[in-house]
């Protein structure tokens, strides 16, 4: 079974930055990829930035030049780096895996911004 553990989220002031991670835990036999997603109140669910399993980043078109996502493979972690943020970067920000067919997600790390 996998489980995955969000951290780092927390408030922000506009233009600033912060960081967050996720670990995967589990037994990996096969190729998985990781990424994150965030949901806003009253929004959908949407794509923040992810791997694709050929290994490329890819990123929402609101996101690009500020976050960055990274990986270590070794510790089954994802990153996302996150600055220059907006207030409309508010959400609640989801780590997820996709191993095979199955879609994991983490509990959710809230990340607010606001002077």
């Known amino acids: 079974q996998v489980q995955l553990v969000e951290s780092g989220g927390g408030l922000v002031q506009p233009g600033g930055s912060l960081g967050l991670s996720c670990a995967a835990s589990?037994?990996?036999?096969?190729?998985?990829?990781m990424g994150w997603y965030r949901q806003a109140p009253g929004k959908q669910r949407e794509l923040v930035a992810t791997?694709?399993?050929?290994?490329?980043?890819t990123y929402a078109d609101s996101v690009k030049g500020r976050f960055t996502i990274s990986r270590d493979n070794d510790k089954n972690t994802v990153y996302l780096q996150m600055s220059e943020m907006k207030p409309e970067d508010t959400a609640l920000y989801y780590c997820?895996?996709?191993?095979?067919?199955?879609?994991?997600w983490g509990q959710g790390t809230q990340v607010t911004v606001s002077s």
């Open positions: 997820n895996l996709v191993l095979g067919t199955s879609v994991y």
């Open positions: 589990g037994r990996f036999f096969r190729q998985y990829v």
């Open positions: 791997f694709t399993f050929g290994g490329l980043p």
